[in-house]
């Protein structure tokens, strides 16, 4: 049997460490004055690379805020020429409505740009986002960082368009995407009525088949941002998703990525997966439960609102931070929408991706994110962002052992939430079976991506059986269900979750 995917795959962080405290722009040492970096060449991508390894080996973590001007500007030039400005007061993440005082805030950066870049705004050199409070300007001259640092008004600046920062190649890594059919071991699975509806062995860890009786998730909408749901199943489809026991509910498909590498193309990439990540996300939330002889879904009657924010779980590119962001908005703009599930990341915060996070936590939103998935390389690497954000619920993997062991590729630390058991204790290859991404085909997943997932049905379940309790209730129902209640242990949270206790 072929090694489970590894569903969420971030960064890695370098074994070596280059020796970044020799070079003028070491993150630890100010600019020098008497050196004019207007005519320094931009730094290269290993002396980039070098000085985000110094930070993420010494201190758990990396900003762009703690680069010099000088860092700065070499990550933009070698990054497209794309700088994401946040603007607005300290923690001023969105707007509905912009204020004048935005409004000339927004006006004096855009002017500031102009001026310094000898170009006049249009759609080809700045993109306004409507509802957090960003901008992406393309930006090559030195003085233009700069002067927006020194700008009133300007909250953050990145080089949201740099992406070669890359992963250490061990070869037990990857990118989530994965569109092969698995062969499923019959132990890993139970049949259920109607007809061989098949239920993953660790939903019985967890007690979802028992909650079935109290709640199947009905009425409940769930977002999903990841990358898309695959066309070729249609049990994921509006043609399949209501059959057998499932009914009265509907799938939606939208798209937020854009393929091209033209920062500021609107070549929208549709709407379906090409990755396979996000089809095993799906499956996992709300499958269908039917004679088809396929896996069930944990909210089996919840709706479902999928995105293609992201071609594959790793948020390293543009356009997929751009995608992903305005997933968000959009959910966050959603009355229906309850809950999102997002088992996706990267190794450092991204400021416009936060902006939207924020913004959709606004509007009483439950926000599931996946703690890290990696390598055992790893083992002292924490959780990864957004699931490190007080906005997000985090959660991570464990195996079925007696130790209370997190799954061998799962991230953990003191800002996971909860646990899923996803994984054979000293097995790896025993793992959630999730619907393929073709017709009829069957695949196992695995990480702390199906453990978000599969949290994130859970409180559907929960959700549908109190449909008038708020975001705080049904996430203080999960912490009183869940193993180590009322304490908080500092790896693993509340730890797993018992589902017939939260619904009860």
């Known amino acids: 049997m072929k090694r489970p995917l590894l569903k969420l795959s971030v960064l890695l962080i370098?074994?070596?460490?280059?020796?970044a405290c020799q070079k003028e722009d070491a993150l630890d040492a100010p600019e020098d004055a008497t050196i004019d970096y207007s005519q320094k060449s931009a730094l290269t991508v290993p002396e980039i690379n070098a000085l985000i390894n110094q930070s993420l080996t010494e201190t758990g973590t990396f900003d762009w805020k703690d680069v010099t001007p000088h860092t700065l500007w070499s990550a933009v030039v070698r990054g497209n020429n794309i700088l994401t400005i946040g603007y607005g007061e300290e923690n001023e993440s969105f707007a509905e409505v912009k204020s004048e005082r935005l409004k000339a805030t927004l006006s004096n950066i855009i002017q500031l740009v102009e001026d310094n870049e000898d170009y006049k705004k249009d759609e080809k050199t700045m993109f306004e986002h409507d509802i957090i409070n960003v901008v992406d300007v393309q930006v090559a001259n030195f003085e233009t960082i700069k002067q927006l640092l020194q700008t009133d008004g300007v909250r953050y600046l990145e080089p949201n368009g740099y992406n070669q920062y890359e992963t250490v190649n061990n070869g037990r890594s990857s990118s989530g995407c994965d569109k092969n059919a698995d062969t499923i071991n019959a132990a890993h699975y139970t049949t259920i009525a109607p007809n061989n509806a098949q239920v993953s062995w660790h939903f019985y860890k967890h007690n979802i088949p028992q909650a079935w009786s109290q709640s199947t998730g009905a009425g409940i909408t769930i977002g999903l941002i990841d990358t898309g749901v695959s066309a070729s199943q249609p049990l994921l489809n509006s043609s399949g998703i209501n059959d057998g026991y499932s009914n009265g509910r509907f799938v939606q498909k939208y798209g937020t990525f854009i393929d091209s590498n033209w920062w500021w193309s609107n070549n929208y990439d549709g709407i379906h997966d090409k990755c396979g990540h996000g089809t095993a996300m799906a499956s996992t939330i709300a499958a269908?439960?039917?004679?088809?002889?396929?896996?069930?879904?944990?909210?089996?009657?919840?709706?479902?609102?999928a995105y293609r924010a992201t071609e594959d779980v790793l948020?390293?590119?543009?356009?997929?931070?751009?995608?992903?962001?305005?997933?968000l908005t959009q959910l966050g703009n959603r009355s229906d929408v309850k809950i999102i599930s997002m088992s996706i990341g990267y190794v450092w915060s991204i400021g416009n991706i936060k902006d939207a996070v924020r913004y959709a936590y606004s509007k009483g939103k439950l926000i599931f994110a996946a703690g890290g998935t990696s390598t055992s390389f790893t083992n002292g690497y924490g959780v990864i962002f957004p699931a490190t954000m007080s906005e997000t619920v985090a959660v991570t993997g464990v195996d079925d052992g007696s130790n209370y062991d997190r799954c061998e590729v799962c991230h953990s630390g003191s800002k996971i939430d909860f646990t899923i058991i996803m994984e054979g204790d000293n097995n790896t290859s025993k793992a959630p079976p999730v619907l393929g991404?073709?017709?009829g085909d069957r695949s196992y997943t695995g990480g702390s991506s199906v453990a978000t997932a599969t949290t994130a049905g859970i409180a559907a379940l929960v959700w549908s059986?109190?449909?008038?309790?708020?975001?705080?209730?049904?996430?203080?129902?999960?912490?009183?269900s869940s193993e180590f209640y009322?304490?908080?242990?500092?790896?693993?949270?509340?730890?797993?979750?018992?589902?017939?206790?939260?619904?009860q």
Request: hydrophobic share 35%; charged share 15%; proline share 5%.
């Open 437 to 439: 991404f073709y017709n």
């Open 486 to 503: 009322p304490n908080k242990n500092s790896s693993f949270g509340y730890g797993n979750i018992d589902a017939l206790q939260a619904v």
């Open 288 to 305: 269908p439960r039917n004679d088809n002889g396929m896996p069930v879904g944990v909210a089996y009657n919840a709706n479902l609102v």
């Open 315 to 327: 948020l390293n590119d543009y356009h997929e931070r751009k995608g992903v962001s305005s997933a």
């Open 465 to 480: 059986k109190h449909p008038t309790w708020s975001r705080a209730q049904v996430l203080t129902k999960l912490k009183q």
């Open 14 to 19: 370098a074994l070596t460490v280059f020796n």
